[in-house]
């Protein structure tokens, strides 16, 4: 699992930006944007459990995307600077919107059963979480900083 | 594709690819149920060792699997999990994987058998002594 850079690819340089855009419409685009967002975290050094964590996240959020809004797209954009690197993730659609942000955090999986949009595990995995919601319109924006 | 479910006497054996569609998890359940209720087998070992992402979704498939196959008669056992995949799940929230744990294939099988044992296996094993 462990996808260590060639030793001939150094790392981007600082103040490096990239960016990968998934559209997700079917199954498969879940895994598509949960490699993707591995492969960007892991080029700027991200270790193998965030990676896990970063992987995961992308798979509850695209999921949600998919399931509750019949799709979306995933935005997956790293940076890295002198002092950290970090990768946000973002994955919006055009879906009815969450009724109850506060109820799918609070008891978002807690249970295990259930509603359960794995919003509240992503809360755990990442460092930050936003939700902006309205019928039409979801946007779930989440991020993750290390210092280097 | 679904994944493919072997029997090696009465344990069913199953590895999970490193990337698994929610459809496939499912598909899985169906397959592993069909061939406990067959009564060709008692048990289910899934060999995870390759899965790099176990999110909620997946887990509470598995977990609920296993609940269908022990309260079907049998057993069902995760095996293999990767380091990071156990700290991810342990962070998302407690009890994301209830079922039967082993830390490799050869443990799962074990551990299967021994828990059929204790529980007395099939009626039709029963000896008639």
Redesign the interface.
Same mark, same amino acid.
């Not at chain 2, 962070?91 to 994301?96: F, K, P, W």
């Given at each position: 699992?462990t996808k260590s850079r060639p030793p001939d690819r150094p790392e981007p340089a600082p103040g490096a930006t990239t960016r990968a855009l998934i559209d997700i419409r079917i199954?498969?685009d879940?895994?598509r944007a949960?490699?993707a967002s591995?492969t960007a975290a892991s080029a700027i050094g991200f270790t193998?459990?965030d990676?896990?964590?970063l &992987?995961?996240v992308v798979?509850?959020l695209t999921?949600n995307a998919l399931v509750y809004a019949g799709g979306g797209v995933c935005r997956v954009l790293t940076r890295l600077t002198v002092q950290e690197r970090s990768v946000m993730i973002e994955v919006e659609d055009q879906g009815p919107g969450i009724a109850d942000v506060t109820g799918a955090l609070t008891r978002?999986?807690?249970t295990?059963?259930g509603l359960?949009l794995?919003l &509240?595990?992503v809360r755990?995995?990442m460092d930050d979480l936003v939700i902006e919601t309205c019928p039409g319109r979801t946007l779930v924006r989440t991020g993750m900083t290390r210092r280097r | 594709m679904r994944v493919p479910i072997l029997r090696l006497g009465r344990v069913l054996l199953t590895s999970l690819p490193?990337?698994l569609?929610?459809?496939q998890v499912m598909d899985l359940q169906i397959d592993a149920l069909a061939l406990i209720q067959s009564g060709k087998a008692d048990g289910l070992v899934i060999d995870i060792t390759a899965a790099?992402?176990?999110?909620?979704?997946m887990a509470?498939i598995l977990?609920e699997t296993a609940k269908m196959v022990k309260i079907m008669g049998g057993v069902a056992v995760l095996a293999g999990m990767?380091?990071?995949?156990a700290?991810?799940l342990v962070?998302?929230?407690?009890?994301?994987i209830?079922m039967e744990t082993a830390f490799d294939l050869e443990g799962g099988v074990a551990k299967v058998v021994r828990l059929v044992a204790s529980r007395g296996g099939r009626h039709d094993e029963v000896p008639t002594t």
């Open positions: 699992m199954q498969d879940i895994l949960r490699q591995r193998t459990v990676q896990t964590r &992987a995961t798979s509850e999921r978002g999986f807690s295990g059963r359960g794995g &509240a595990a755990k995995l | 490193a990337d569609t929610d459809q790099d992402v176990v999110d909620s979704y509470r977990s990767q380091p990071a995949v700290l991810t962070e998302m929230g407690r009890d994301m209830d």
